[in-house]
Structures are given as structure tokens and as C-alpha cells.
């Protein structure tokens, strides 16, 4: 039985977000037998970690609804950047014929190229900040890492929600910028989406460094770009896939950094001494 592209499409996704998974979970899991006990411990306490950071994120998540009262307290400049990201990516639609003539000469042979190096320079990018976290005993450049990857299953999961939900056809279709709600998977892309997700997470985990960053977001254009070549995606597609996957990131980043330094509050250390045995509690305030 034949394969649409679009069963194509995911599974080559899936292929990739697999890669880059297995270099973390190989890190984590494998790593103890070659470089000792006190490596191992680090490497049982981030998988620990990360599967505690997975279900208080997933409760945050679902009782997200009953947030709804704090709306109110947005600030004018959240809708300004939302308003910019909005008319941004309606600006982008007005353009997406004339971006999609110019990208139509990238072929197919070069399109995949730009792909698959874009992914490659990605999972590079995070195995070198987790393993500069073990390397240099830096626990937050760990937890970067671990959270950009749940941040890349995260994103893909809502973009294929989306694409369900506008429908919108794609450019090889030949309907049209403007075919939406029409049973199409252009918008946005399930590619591009995770790609920007670990270009975030790659620069937060190295503070925004230039020299870093603009490597890492220059990879996941890569991939977009790749994308259009192919003649898959319409430019606003990888715009709007763009802001969804660093979103995504910069979201959970705050999430765990705010849930960290609640619990730093109040700290429990056990007392162990040669008669005596107890609990300090240590609250900051």
C-alpha cells in the first residue's frame, strides 16, 4: 500500500525527534557503567528530574481553564508583542504567493539537505549543552536541555492540533494562500515547529550567547526553508511555526523557573549526628 506524504511527513518527524531524544536518553542511561557512580547519580537525578518536571507540567496545563480569571492581569505589553506576532503573521500571508514563487527554485535535492542539516546541527546543539552540563557540574544547563526536549514533543503535538484546526491547504495544492478550513495540514508545520523549540532551548541554555544562538536559529531556518523548497509549507506557515516553537520554550523555561524557586522557599535538610537524629526546615522569606 502506497504512503501519502503526509504519513511521510510524520514519520520522518517522528524519526527525527527520536534522534534527538536517544542522545539525551543515552547520556542519561548509559553514561553510569562508563565514567562511574557519582555520574550515574546525576544522570538517575536529571531522568528523575524530568519525569517530575512532565507531571507538574501536565497538571499546570489542565488546570490551565480555571486560570482564566487572571486575564485581567495582562499587561499592555504582552498585547502589544501578541498583537505584532498576529499582524505578523497576517503580513506574512499578503507575501506567501511571491515567497512561494522564489522558493520553487530550490530543489528537491537541496530542500532535504537544509533539512536534515538543520536537524543535525540541532541535536548537536543539545547534546553539547547537556553534555557541558555534565562536564562542567552545571545543573541548569541540564534541565535546559531536558526541558527543550519536552518543549520539541510539546510544540509538535499542538501544531498537529492546529493544522487539524485551520485546515489549510498546502502550496502544492495550487489553491491558493487563502485555502483555509479546507481539510489541509499546512498550518503550521510539524517540522519547523519543534526545530525552532530546540533552537530556544539551545540559546537559553548557553544565556543567549550570539555566537550560539544565531547558529541555532539559522539551523531551524534551515529546516523552514527546506520545507518551502519542498513546496510543503507557505512562508507564514514557518513564521507562525516559529513563534509557536519558541513560545513553547520560553513558556515551559518560566514554568520551571517559577516552580523552582517556590520550592527553594522552604528547604527540608535531614540532621544526622552520632546521638541525635532530625529535621532542619529552612524557610526564606
Do not use: C
Not at 503550521?188 to 540559546?203: G, H, I, K
Amino acid at each position: 500500500m502506497e504512503k501519502t506524504r503526509g504519513s511521510e511527513d510524520t514519520e520522518r518527524f517522528h524519526g527525527r525527534a527520536l534522534r534527538v531524544a536517544m542522545i539525551v536518553l543515552f547520556l542519561l542511561l548509559s553514561a553510569p557503567g562508563v565514567f562511574g557512580e557519582e555520574l550515574g547519580a546525576i544522570l538517575k537525578g536529571d531522568l528523575g528530574y524530568s519525569g517530575l518536571t512532565l507531571w507538574e507540567d501536565a497538571k499546570t496545563i489542565a488546570r490551565a481553564p480555571l486560570e482564566i480569571g487572571k486575564l485581567s492581569e495582562v499587561t499592555p505589553q504582552q498585547l502589544l508583542v501578541t498583537a505584532l506576532v498576529l499582524g505578523s503573521v497576517g503580513g506574512m500571508i499578503a507575501l506567501d504567493r511571491t515567497i512561494r514563487d522564489r522558493a520553487k527554485g530550490i530543489d528537491d535535492g537541496s530542500a532535504l539537505t537544509l533539512e536534515y542539516a538543520g536537524f543535525g546541527l540541532l541535536s548537536g546543539g543539545m547534546a553539547a549543552l547537556y553534555g557541558t552540563g555534565l562536564w562542567t557540574d552545571d545543573e541548569q544547563m541540564r534541565h535546559a536541555a531536558l526541558t527543550g526536549v519536552e518543549s520539541a514533543g510539546v510544540s509538535a503535538v499542538v501544531a498537529s492540533l492546529m493544522k487539524v484546526a485551520f485546515g489549510r491547504e498546502r502550496p502544492d495544492a495550487n489553491k491558493g494562500p487563502y485555502a483555509w478550513f479546507q481539510g489541509g495540514r499546512s498550518f503550521v508545520s510539524a517540522d519547523a515547529t519543534p526545530a525552532f523549540a530546540l533552537a530556544e532551548a539551545v540559546a537559553a541554555g548557553f544565556d543567549h550567547r550570539w555566537e550560539v544562538t544565531v547558529p541555532a536559529y539559522m539551523a531551524a531556518t534551515a529546516v523552514g526553508v527546506g520545507r518551502m523548497g519542498r513546496d510543503r509549507h507557505w512562508a507564514s506557515d514557518i513564521l507562525a511555526s516559529a513563534f509557536l516553537g519558541i513560545g513553547t520554550t520560553k513558556l515551559f523555561n518560566y514554568m520551571h523557573r517559577e516552580r523552582e524557586q517556590a520550592s527553594s522557599q522552604i528547604s527540608v535538610v535531614p540532621l544526622l549526628a552520632p546521638r541525635e537524629m532530625g529535621l532542619r526546615v529552612q524557610v526564606q522569606y
